[in-house]
């Protein structure tokens, strides 16, 4: 049987500190048949001097672009597989990840892709926890992002049904991206662990922790008109705290209970009931825990 040609695009931008060991993880997959291309977006810390000792292995191209996603919308395009994924220049696969990719989606033609277990890991690579995924439910997605997205192979059709990637998101972009393709597609979770995404302090969505719940209050309000609590919290939390709420977690408190309740209800006029609601009945754990460690 011939092996379908799985493209796999490393979006990436002065992350020279991690990009060789995810091009390794990358080239050292058994499966044999793999397009990889880097898109780099002019970097100056030596990213290039990496790039040039893989050529001929990896194909690559850096000059400006407009981000991440603009990024990997380039890498598509320059590629032919028939499956494709993007893998990010912090984050790594596991050893046989592609072909357990494939095997699953040759297995299962009705679905548009699939995605696997994978670690969140630290700095250097250690292993920390699960990143926490779930079952494919559409519907879920209305509260949350489940899926890991270095985990996630796509069939290329899919890819393309959900319009790409949104090249005006610069936080967000993979949430925005599974509920596009949801609407068309159903995705099937496998149960063997596929990747590592590193959690280090420079990472995107830890560094503008703020930027990526407003991200992802403005992606819910735009795919379904509402914006639920747990964003609404988490955005306001980062704005006062300015913690990570990974390395530093957040406590709760009173002001930032009442600031959800006033910046969710102007973001949800329309559904005022609803998310008073979810206010009084996911809120009010969370201040009886606070203050039952302050008495």
Known sequence: MDLPLVSIVTPSFNMGRFLEETIQSVLSQDYRNIEYIVVDGGSTDGTLDILRKYEGRVRYVSEPDRGQTDAINKGFHLSRGNIFAFLCADDTYLP??????????????????????????????????????????????????????????????????????????????????????????????????????????????LRQRADVFKASVDILKAHYGYAPFSHIYGYCSALVDRRDDFFEPVPPSLFKYGLALVYGSLRNIRHLPRYWKEWLEQGSPRLSARWKKVV
């Open 96 to 205: 046989g990840a592609v072909g357990t990719a494939v095997r699953h989606l040759v297995a299962n033609p009705e679905q548009g892709g699939i995605y696997g277990e994978g670690y969140l890991t630290d700095e250097g690579g250690a292993i920390l926890t699960r990143y926490p995924t779930r079952d494919f439910d559409p519907e879920l997605l209305r509260t949350e992002c489940f899926i890991c997205q270095p985990a996630a192979f796509l069939r290329r059709q899919a890819f393309m049904d959900a319009g790409l990637m949104n090249v005006e998101l610069h936080n967000g972009l993979d949430y925005d991206l599974w509920i596009r393709l949801a609407k068309r597609h159903t995705m099937l979770r496998v149960d063997e662990y596929l990747a590592t995404s590193r959690m280090h302090r420079g990472a995107k969505t």
